[in-house]
C-alpha cells in the first residue's frame, strides 16, 4: 500500500511533495523519497530508510530546487526497507525515474533479461526493472510515452506507475493497471498533482480525474492529456469533489460497499507486502510474538469467529490440514465457550474478527486463554482488543472498512491464513523450500487476477437486474468453496433483505431440494477445483426442477456454462486460492441487487458493524 505524490506547476516541488506524502504515510512508512527536476533539467534525488520525518530532517530544511518532481512513501515487498530499496528508482543513466505501487510479478525473469543486456541494477526491487525498460526503449528511439507503454506491456500483475525523464522536463507520466493501485490527477490553477489517494489532493484542489485500468496520464502544468495503452487519445473531464473526510474517503464511488469491493486487490497485496518473500522464499509475521518451538508443538488448530469472519475460517481450516498438515476445526465463537472444549497447551487458536472487538469472540478467547492455549488473532484493526488479549497478531492492514458488510476484510483474512498455514507448516518442517515458492508464486498473481474478475461488474448487474424480484435464493457449493456459498447468502441478505441459504451442495437432496421451482435462483460454484463433477451433477438436478442456476465456473469451461441460465467465470488459480476469487461476483451481486431494491447498501437495517453485546 505505497504512497504515491507527484507535482507540475510553478511552486516549488519539494515541500508539496512532503506534505502530500505526510498525508499519505498510512500507506507506507519503511522508506520514503523524492526526485526534483530544477529548471536546468537536472535531477535530484533525496531518499532513505524509516518513516518520512527521517527523511525531513536528513534534508535538515534544504529542498532540492524545482518545479516538477514525484514522491514515494514505501511499504515494502522486494528487499528490505532500506535506503537502496527505497523508490525512487532510475535507470543507468539516472535520466529516468520511476516511482511505483504493486507488484511486478515476473520481475526475477525481467532482471534477468536485463542483466543479460548490460543493465545495472542496484537494487533488490522488483520496481527496479521498470526505469531499466523504459531506458532500453527510448534507446532505441522511442519517446517517452511510447517507452512507458511498451514497457507496461511488458509487465505482469497491478500497478499505479508513474514516471519521468531528464529529457522531457516538465512532463510526468502516470499509469493505472489492473486494480490494484489507485490513480488520481489533480487540476489546479496553472499546475497539476497526481497521487494514488484521493485525500492527499484535496487539501490543494477538488477538481480531479481518476485513472482507469488501462489508463495513461500525460501530466504538465498546464494540464493533462489521456491514452490508453494502445495509444488511442482518451477524453476525461475533471469532476468535483467536496472536500470532507466522507468524501475523500469515498473517491470516485457512489457507496463505500463498491469501493471496498473494488479495493480487494490492493488489500491483498498490503496483506502480503512485507511478508511474503519471493527469492530466498520465506514468511515473516511481525507481530506473531510466539515462538517457533510453540508453533512446532501445536497438534491441532481451533479457529473460531463469527459471520464473514467465521467464513474465513472455514476456509483456514483447509489450509491448516492442507499446507500445515494439522488437524483443525472452526466453533462459532459465540458456541465455543458452552462446549467445554478439550483445548489445552498443544491447542493453537485462531480468532477471526475484522474489528477485533465482537464480545462474543472476545469471550471463545478467554475461555481459550482459561485452558492455556497459545492463540493468534487475525484481524484488521491495530491495538484492537482481540489483539492486546492473543499472543500474536496478524494485522489485515486493509484501511477502515465503513461499510457494515464486509467485504474485503473477508478476502484479506483468507490472504492472512493463508500466509499464517505456510509459516506454521515451515516450522513443522511440512512446507521445504521448492513447496513455499510454489505456494508463495500462487499467491502473488492473485491480485491481478481479482482485477478481471472486477471487469465483470457490468455483467453481474444485468443478472442482478434479472434476478432482483426473486424472494428467495439458494447457494451450493463444495470444499473450500462452501464457505463462500454461505458468505454469498450472507451477503444477499445483510444488503437485500433477500431471504438466502448457503449450503453443502452434498445436502441439497437431504431437505433443499424441495424448495426449488422456477421462481428459485440457485448459485452454483462449480470450479475446476476438484469438486467440478459433483457439482455439474447438483446443477443438473437444479435444471431438472425448472430452478435458475447462475453459475460461478472455471473460464474455458463451456460444458457447465452451457448448462447455466446465467454464467460467470472466473480465472485459473490453484484450488486453495480459488475462495479469493469467488467471492468478488457474489459480494458485487448482492451490491447491484440490494441497489435495484432501494436498499441502504452502506447501513442495512437492524445491523451494525461491531456487535459488542450477547
Known amino acids: 500500500m505505497c504512497g504515491i505524490m507527484g507535482y507540475a506547476g510553478e511552486r516549488d516541488a519539494a515541500p508539496i511533495l512532503l506534505e502530500g506524502l505526510q498525508r499519505l504515510e498510512y500507506r507506507g512508512y519503511d522508506s520514503a523519497g523524492i ?64 516511482i511505483h505501487n504493486g507488484i511486478v510479478e515476473n ?19 522488483d520496481t527496479e526493472v521498470v526505469p531499466h525498460l523504459v531506458e532500453s526503449y527510448v534507446g532505441g528511439g522511442d519517446d517517452l510515452l511510447t517507452a512507458f507503454r511498451r514497457t507496461i506491456a511488458r509487465l505482469e500483475g497491478a500497478h499505479a506507475l508513474v514516471v519521468f525523464s531528464a529529457k522531457e522536463p516538465g512532463r510526468i507520466l502516470a499509469a493505472r493497471v489492473g486494480n490494484a493501485g489507485g490513480v488520481v490527477v489533480g487540476y489546479g490553477v496553472g499546475e497539476m498533482f497526481v497521487s494514488s489517494d484521493l485525500s492527499a489532493v484535496l487539501p490543494e484542489t477538488q477538481r480531479v ?78 507481530d506473531l510474538h510466539i515462538a517457533d518451538d510453540v508453533l512446532a508443538s501445536v497438534t491441532r488448530v481451533v479457529l473460531v469467529g463469527m459471520g464473514t469472519s467465521m467464513h474465513a475460517a472455514l476456509v483456514g481450516r483447509t489450509y491448516f490440514e492442507q499446507i500445515a498438515r494439522l488437524p483443525a476445526e472452526v466453533d462459532n465463537s459465540s458456541e465455543f465457550r458452552y462446549r467445554d472444549s478439550l483445548i489445552g497447551p498443544e491447542t493453537l487458536v485462531i480468532s477471526v474478527a475484522q474489528s477485533g472487538e465482537t464480545v462474543d469472540t ?91 474478475v472486477l471487469k465483470t461488474e457490468p455483467e453481474i448487474a444485468a443478472i442482478a437486474h434479472a434476478l432482483s424480484s426473486r424472494p428467495n435464493f439458494l447457494f451450493l457449493a463444495r470444499g473450500t468453496q462452501y464457505p463462500m456459498a454461505m458468505e454469498g447468502a450472507l451477503k444477499l441478505k445483510e444488503v437485500s433483505y433477500i431471504h438466502a441459504e448457503g449450503y453443502p451442495a452434498g445436502e441439497m437432496k437431504h431437505g433443499p431440494i424441495a424448495l426449488i421451482d422456477k421462481m428459485m435462483p440457485v448459485v452454483a460454484l462449480a470450479l475446476d477445483d476438484g469438486t467440478r463433477e459433483k457439482m455439474l451433477s447438483n446443477i443438473e438436478q437444479v435444471r431438472a426442477r425448472d430452478g435458475i442456476v447462475v453459475g460461478i465456473v472455471t473460464e474455458g469451461d463451456a460444458e457447465i456454462a452451457a448448462k447455466c441460465d446465467y454464467a460467470l467465470s472466473l480465472p485459473r488459480t490453484t484450488p486453495l486460492l480459488y475462495p479469493l476469487l469467488s467471492a468478488i461476483p457474489m459480494q458485487l451481486l448482492s451490491y447491484h441487487i440490494a441497489l435495484l431494491r432501494g436498499c441502504d447498501v452502506d447501513q442495512p437495517r437492524n445491523l451494525a458493524k461491531t456487535v459488542t453485546v450477547e
Not at 516538477?68 to 526497507?81: L, N, S
Not at 520481475?107 to 533488490?124: I, N, Q, T, V
Not at 469501493?259 to 530466498?280: H, L
Not at 488479549?389 to 493463508?418: H, N, Q, W
Open 362 to 452: 472476545l469471550e471463545a478467547m478467554a475461555d481459550a486463554k482459561r485452558h492455556g492455549a497459545p492463540q493468534i488473532t487475525i484481524c484488521n484493526t491495530p491495538g484492537a482488543q482481540t489483539t492486546r488479549v492473543a499472543d500474536g497478531a496478524v494485522l489485515t492492514r486493509c484501511g477502515p472498512e465503513v461499510a457494515v458488510a464486509s467485504t474485503k476484510t473477508l478476502t484479506a483474512s483468507i490472504t492472512a491464513l493463508y500466509l499464517l498455514a505456510c509459516h506454521v507448516g515451515r516450522i513443522r518442517g511440512v512446507v521445504d523450500d521448492a513447496r513455499l515458492a510454489e505456494l508463495l508464486g500462487e499467491l502473488v498473481h492473485v491480485p491481478a487476477l481479482m482485477g478481471s
Open 35 to 98: 526526485a526534483v527536476i530544477d529548471d536546468d533539467g537536472v535531477i535530484h534525488i533525496a531518499k532513505g530508510a524509516g518513516k518520512l520525518g527521517a527523511l525531513r530532517s536528513g534534508l535538515e530544511g534544504v529542498y532540492p530546487a524545482g518545479r516538477t518532481g514525484i514522491g514515494h512513501t514505501r511499504w515494502a515487498t522486494h528487499g528490505k526497507p532500506t535506503e537502496n530499496n527505497a523508490h525512487p528508482h532510475t535507470d543507468c543513466t539516472g535520466d529516468i525515474v520511476v
Open 209 to 286: 480525474t481518476f485513472l482507469a485500468d488501462g489508463e495513461i496520464a500525460s501530466i504538465t502544468a498546464g494540464g493533462a492529456e489521456y491514452v490508453d495503452f494502445g495509444g488511442a487519445p482518451l477524453t476525461k473531464t475533471p469532476q468535483h469533489v467536496p472536500f470532507d473526510p466522507v468524501s475523500a474517503a469515498k473517491g470516485a464511488y457512489k457507496h463505500f460497499m463498491l469501493k471496498e469491493i473494488m479495493e480487494q486487490p490492493q488489500c491483498i497485496v498490503d496483506t502480503f507486502r512485507g511478508r511474503a518473500s519471493f527469492d530466498p522464499p520465506g514468511v515473516e509475521l511481525e
Open 107 to 125: 520481475y526475477l525473469e525481467l532482471r534477468a533479461e536485463l542483466r543479460d543486456r548490460g543493465h545495472k541494477l542496484r537494487s533488490e526491487t
